[in-house]
């Protein structure tokens, strides 16, 4: 094992690596770009026996990846926003031809306005698409979470598309000291990939993705791909530990940090955890006894471990960072789902943050907590909230301001 | 003699394959002149092949948990089986180089699309297959509307055709794509036209298209029984009038050059093959479109001019 200083896009390119992947469908889009440009550097330098091949868009690259995937070799791939948003058809069809491989998303808000930076929108849209969904804190985790993606994907009993998702630029251009796993264990623990009966083979006709009539065998199969996701949890689990016995770092479904006798929790994924235990700590420092609640896994949605996390706390203060256009936090609604006629279920309190970017600081969680408590004490949860200043405002509306004159002058 | 110098095997019809490759009772309608061209491709091909198809309505071939193929098969989507077909190509390569199946358990890569797709919206992970040089062949039964959704109009409709979208007294205002020629001009390894009521050409086509590697195309009419306005029993005696007007030309192009392979000389006039089909009842009653007439007849006898 290394400890080197990795960008959370090189993470991602050594996660693969360490995989042993075959196979890398690419087509460009910032932030995602060098995780593709890492990979084939090393495949340009035979460090990495993989192939790479560039399509015309992201809806042909998923397209290749879930082929390939299905014909038998290790696929990776990875985009960003709109390329997730252009392939989303091909998610669908992907997860539904069971296909298991690594799909790595490094979130980036959804045009329109177009903005190169990120928030959960994109991936948070492929959501109900069949893929597993995991979600990284920190550059270490992006590289866990593929190694954990693929040994959960491919299981026998799971056969279903993994999405890794990372923020774009606070993680995937951030450099923070990562461990690289020494090959030889990664190599055992990912194993080797068994694409099973299915695979495209002279000796063994098979026909994949054909189409069904009525709703009967359609409800077979999607409920087949539910119970299948369901599982992922226990195979996920599993690895997890694995891991954890031969590298010391754990990397559960759920993280909780200062969670068990917190009166106040935060709600949240992705890197914005890393400030909110900064919040936490600083809470606690002025005698709140505050906690974090954090999924990695997303899809299956770890319900159990919520609810079990939760129990018992007087608030939580969800911070999404995206917006269901029309309905709020699409974190909020599904703790509030997961959660739902629990006895001792904590109040929640919606608070919508770090849309295109847009920074979620310390100071800002603390008064929010601040906030949920308070509606905890009045038994009332407050309307959602977008978390967003006066000064902000005025900021925006200055320079339109500015523009309008220049064009009026 | 290596396998592609090898004469074709196939001069008159007694020489093609009837090993009834493809399964029949699927749920295509009768008189289908794109399953019949597929049909005979299938028996040439064989089963050592892996079909990629787009949205269509070939797509129903397979329906769960029955196949007519003896093959393989893979729905993808409308817009990108030839990525589809790369994925598997790639892969199959992959396995082999590595050493992880033997040789022996390649398959051929075939997609398998409608014009719609084609020349719409596959058309860009089409060219893109090309431009790779993807080793693969592109079948494309062009019956020359969205079919499989009711026959409105693609961009491969023909000029006045009536559709499900052009209900007008002109019908289809534009002019039919030449899928053909996007190809060619793109220089895939092969192109050529087909259709189901020329075996022996297709047959001969479709061998010498296996023998080759890279990107090929074989394009082939498919009259459309309920699509066109026709009795299914004719859907054969359609196709023949299409090459024999000059409408549908048989066509190659290898190594730089695009041939005739069938001539049919006088050509027939073109009113011919128009007044059997519904689609272009229109330019005859109630009254004769003569411009109309003119234009695809001197539209036609240009495209032949074009071609030896
Ligand atoms: C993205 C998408 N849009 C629309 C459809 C609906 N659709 C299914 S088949 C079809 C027609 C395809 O036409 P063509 O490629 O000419 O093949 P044909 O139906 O004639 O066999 C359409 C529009 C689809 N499957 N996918
Ligand atoms: S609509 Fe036309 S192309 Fe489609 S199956 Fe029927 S005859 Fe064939």
Redesign the interface.
């Known amino acids: 094992m290394s400890r080197v200083l990795l960008s959370g896009n090189a993470a991602i390119a050594w996660g693969a690596r360490l995989a042993g992947v075959?196979?890398v469908?690419a087509f460009p889009i910032t932030p995602q770009t060098e995780i593709i440009e890492t990979l084939a550097g090393w495949i340009g330098s035979n460090e990495l026996?993989a192939?790479t091949?560039?399509?015309?868009?992201e809806?042909?690259?998923l397209?290749?990846?879930?082929?390939?995937?299905?014909?038998?070799?290790r696929v990776f791939t990875a985009t960003s926003s709109q390329g997730l948003l252009y392939a989303m058809?091909?998610l669908y069809?992907v997860a539904g031809?069971r296909a298991p491989f690594v799909l790595v998303n490094v979130s980036r808000a959804v045009a329109a306005p177009v903005t190169l930076h990120s928030d959960h929108g994109d991936v948070l849209a492929a959501r109900d698409s069949g893929f597993l969904q995991l979600h990284a804190a920190t550059c270490q985790e992006a590289l866990d979470l593929v190694l954990l993606g693929y040994r959960t994907a491919e299981h026998p009993d799971v056969r279903l598309p993994a999405l890794v998702n990372l923020d774009g630029f606070l993680l995937s251009f951030t450099r923070e000291p990562v461990e690289l796993p020494d090959p030889e264990l990664a190599r055992r623990f990912v194993g080797a990939f068994e694409p099973g009966a299915s695979a495209?083979?002279?000796?063994r006709?098979?026909?994949?993705?054909?189409?069904?009539?009525g709703g009967g065998?359609y409800s077979y199969f999607r409920y087949e791909m539910h119970r299948a996701s369901e599982h992922a949890g226990t195979v996920f689990a599993d690895a997890a530990i694995e891991l954890e016995a031969a590298t010391g770092r754990a990397n559960d479904a759920v993280e909780c940090y200062r969670s068990d006798d917190a009166e106040v929790v935060f709600f949240l994924i992705g890197s914005l955890s890393t400030t909110a235990k900064d919040a936490v700590d600083r809470l606690r420092e002025s005698g709140t006894r505050a906690g974090l609640v954090r999924p990695r896994l997303l899809r299956p949605f770890p319900t159990a471990a919520l609810r079990s996390a939760l129990h018992g706390r007087r608030a939580v203060a969800v911070v999404d960072q995206d917006l269901s256009i029309g309905s709020g936090g699409v974190l909020h609604a599904e703790l509030a789902g997961a959660l739902h006629g629990q006895a001792g279920a904590p109040l929640l309190a919606s608070f919508i943050g770090g849309l295109g970017g847009r920074r979620v600081g310390v100071d800002e969680l603390c008064s929010i907590s601040g906030e949920a408590l308070e509606a905890a004490s009045a038994g009332r949860p407050p309307a959602p909230r977008l978390l967003y200043t006066e000064a902000e405002l005025r900021e925006v509306r200055k320079l339109q301001a500015i523009a309008h004159e220049e064009r009026h002058r | 003699m290596s396998d592609a110098d090898e004469p074709t095997r196939y001069r008159r019809m007694q020489d093609l394959p009837s090993t009834h490759l493809l399964g029949s009772g699927t749920s295509l309608c009768a008189g289908c002149g794109g399953l019949g061209a597929f049909r005979e491709l299938y028996e040439v091909l064989g089963e050592r092949t892996v079909v990629v198809n787009a949205a269509g309505c070939m797509s129903l071939l397979a329906t769960h948990p029955f196949t007519p193929f003896r093959g393989s098969w893979l729905y993808s989507a409308m817009a990108s089986a030839p990525a589809g077909a790369q994925g598997v190509r790639d892969a199959l390569d992959i396995l082999i180089a590595k050493r992880r199946i033997p040789a022996d358990e390649d398959l051929d890569v075939v997609v398998l699309t409608g014009d719609g797709a084609a020349s719409g919206m596959g058309l860009s992970a089409t060219s893109a297959a090309i431009d790779r040089g993807l080793d693969f062949i592109y079948l494309c039964y062009d019956n020359e509307g969205y079919g499989n959704t009711g026959q409105q109009s693609s961009a491969s409709t023909p000029h006045g055709a009536r559709t499900a979208t052009d209900r007008g007294p002109r019908g289809y205002p534009g002019v039919k794509k030449d899928l053909f020629a996007l190809w060619v001009a793109n220089r895939p390894a092969y192109a050529a036209t087909i259709i189901a009521a020329e075996p022996v050409d297709l047959a001969r086509k479709v061998e010498k298209a296996k023998r080759m590697k890279g990107p090929r195309l074989l394009l082939a009419l498919a009259p459309c029984p309920p699509g066109w306005g026709f009795d299914p029993k004719d859907s054969i005696e359609i196709g023949r009038l299409a090459v024999r007007t000059g409408v549908w030309p048989l066509l190659e192009y290898a190594d730089g050059r695009v041939v005739r392979t069938k001539h049919y000389e006088p050509r027939l006039p073109v009113e011919r093959y128009l007044e059997r089909q519904r689609r272009f009842a229109h330019l005859f009653e109630p009254r004769r479109d003569e411009q109309t007439l003119a234009a695809i007849q001197t539209a036609v006898d240009e495209a032949c001019a074009r071609v030896t």
């Open positions: 075959d196979y469908p026996d192939r091949v560039m399509f015309e868009s809806h042909s690259m397209t290749a990846a879930g082929a390939a995937a299905s014909t038998g070799v058809e091909m069809s031809w495209f083979r002279a000796s006709p098979v026909s994949q993705a054909v189409a069904v009539l065998p």
